[in-house]
C-alpha cells in the first residue's frame, strides 16, 4: 500500500481550475479577453465546482481592473445568478483587500 506523500511546508496544492487560470491570465496579457463564459463551454465541470468558477470570476475582475475598468457586482450577479450569494462575499473581500492596499494619502477626507 502506498502512503500519501506530505507537501512542504509553504508550498499549495494546485486547484483543478489552474489550468484555466494560467490560460486566462496568458490570453489576456495576449490582448484576447476571454469572459469566464469561454471557460464553461470549454471545461463544462467548472459549473459543479463553484470555488474554482469563483476563482476564474475573481482573477477576470483583477485583469479587468488592471486594464482601468470597474467591474460590478450586479454585472456579476447578471451573469451568474447561480453563485450571487458567493460573488456578494467575493466582492466584499475584494473591496476589504483594496482599501487595505490604498495608500492612506488616496483616503478621501470629509
Not at 494560467?22 to 470555488?51: A, H, I, K, M, N
Not at 466584499?92 to 483616503?107: I, K, T
Request: net charge negative; proline share 10%.
Amino acid at each position: 500500500m502506498r502512503q500519501a506523500q506530505k507537501q512542504p511546508p509553504g508550498t499549495t496544492t494546485p486547484t483543478p481550475s489552474a489550468p484555466q487560470l494560467d490560460d486566462q491570465d496568458r490570453r489576456w496579457q495576449q490582448g484576447c479577453r476571454v469572459p469566464v463564459e469561454s471557460y464553461l463551454e470549454t471545461s463544462p465541470w467548472l459549473r459543479s465546482d463553484p470555488e474554482g468558477l469563483l476563482d476564474l470570476i475573481y482573477n477576470e475582475i483583477r485583469l479587468r481592473e488592471g486594464h482601468g475598468e470597474t467591474p460590478a457586482l450586479e454585472e456579476y450577479r447578471r451573469r451568474f445568478p447561480e453563485l450571487e450569494e458567493m460573488l456578494a462575499r467575493l466582492f466584499e473581500v475584494h473591496r476589504a483587500l483594496c482599501s487595505e492596499q490604498a495608500p492612506a494619502g488616496d483616503a478621501a477626507t470629509a
